[in-house]
């Protein structure tokens, strides 16, 4: 096998690990009612020093201002989020974290350590150790991205 087919079996089995990730991520987060774009907005809004506007959460996670709105609305009525106004611009709405959000931003990454625990599983203390580090390699090697 020449290095072009390794790369290609090699590429598929990522693949196939990532929809297998996913897959045990999304069964884990319907009981919750989240979906996983929901999960990934309410990371995103934990993961600032105070309440981002609408504006900043599209520009991270890379979509359209509208794809933002609708998934606000879905937290914002399982209360995990509240708008709120912004103290210096009455155009500008923020999006503030619950302690409900808080909640199930807790839960939520404990059953993604589960679902990597799941997957992880087959392997020793120290071959994780070293697919940890040709990860990190991967990741560092990739060009930066907003989130």
Do not use: K, W
């Amino acid at each position: 096998m020449d290095s072009s087919d390794a790369d290609g079996v090699l590429a598929e089995q990522l693949l196939r690990v990532t929809r297998r990730l996913q897959r045990i991520q999304s069964r884990q987060l319907e009981p919750m009612g989240i979906t996983p774009a929901q999960f990934r907005l309410l990371r995103t809004v934990a993961h600032y020093d105070g309440p981002p506007r609408m504006a900043d959460l599209a520009q991270r996670l890379d979509v359209v201002p509208r794809a933002v709105t609708t998934l606000v609305d879905g937290l914002e009525a399982s209360g995990r989020v509240r708008r709120a106004p912004d103290p210096d611009s009455r155009r500008v709405v923020r999006i503030e974290i619950t302690e409900e959000g808080l909640a199930t931003l807790r839960s939520l990454r404990e059953a993604r350590r589960a679902a990597a625990e799941e997957i992880l599983a087959p392997l020793t203390a120290d071959q994780r150790t070293v697919f940890g580090g040709l990860l990190s390699a991967l990741v560092n090697g990739m060009p930066e991205r907003r989130c």
